[in-house]
């Protein structure tokens, strides 16, 4: 697929709120998604530049041209506001439901005053240590660790996950297997594993670690805390 340069697109100053958003014509939505069927077009929106046109393809975003030629991947900002419309965007597409989280089925911990987020993490994915080494200097997060192991990555990780849930104390056990390389006794007891595989698979999460927040915004960089805290 052709290409066009972004960045020169993107320094326009844009004068339409992020939010400001039209029906996308029909021969314009018929024309984008048959150029782009290979993409999985799921929505077409309009933008706050004139002729530019958002595309969401699973969970992340795109922009075309009204024919569907060109295809553009990065992110769209308001020089004025300073504010990256497309973050802001992929907050609002990927936002999931608190309570349809099975928090049951999840390891607690952290105090019960704390700032909520979920977490879907695979004992064995080197990002998801970095994470856990992060969260040890946190105060104040209340976290839900959904154990969601990438067998086809992390082949051990799906027993590992049993044995954790299986331990007498969760959360150290995760921490032991994680961040000091522990084995644990093979697992003794039922698991939700299997659960929170179908249930990572029904939210839209295929990787490690994906992080929810309270009110159902996905992370994706910066500050935690300052991320938890905004509404």
């Known amino acids: 697929m052709k290409s066009l340069l972004l960045l020169a ?3 326009l100053p844009i004068s339409c709120a992020a939010n400001d958003r039209h029906t996308v014509p029909t021969q314009v939505d018929k024309e984008i998604r048959q150029a782009l069927s290979n993409v999985g077009v ?32 990065g992110h769209m900002f308001d020089t004025t506001t300073k504010t990256d419309l497309t973050t802001a965007r992929l907050a ?23 700032l909520k987020m979920a977490v879907f993490t695979d004992p064995d994915c080197p990002y998801c240590v970095r994470l856990e ?31 954790i849930w299986c331990a007498e104390d969760q959360h150290q056990a995760m921490l032991d297997v994680m961040l000091e390389g522990k084995t644990l006794p093979k697992a003794t007891c039922q698991t939700p594993i299997d659960d929170n595989m179908k249930l990572a698979a029904s939210l839209g999460v295929r990787g490690t670690p994906t992080i929810f927040s309270e009110d159902g915004r996905k992370y994706t960089g910066g ?7 905004q509404k």
């Open 42 to 73: 799921k929505n077409i929106n309009t933008t706050p530049i004139q002729g530019l046109y958002e595309v969401q393809a699973g969970d992340q975003i795109y922009y075309t041209d009204k024919t569907g030629q060109y295809l553009l991947n």
């Open 133 to 163: 080494k992060n969260l040890k200097n946190e105060t104040g997060i209340r976290v839900y660790t959904f154990l969601f192991p990438l067998v086809q990555l992390h082949p051990d990780a799906y027993e590992k996950s049993k044995s």
């Open 9 to 11: 697109t993107l320094l």
């Open 223 to 229: 500050d935690m805390k300052a991320w938890l805290q």
């Open 92 to 114: 609002d597409i990927n936002r999931i439901s608190w309570a349809d989280l099975p928090l049951e089925k999840a390891i607690v911990s952290g105090p019960e005053d704390g």
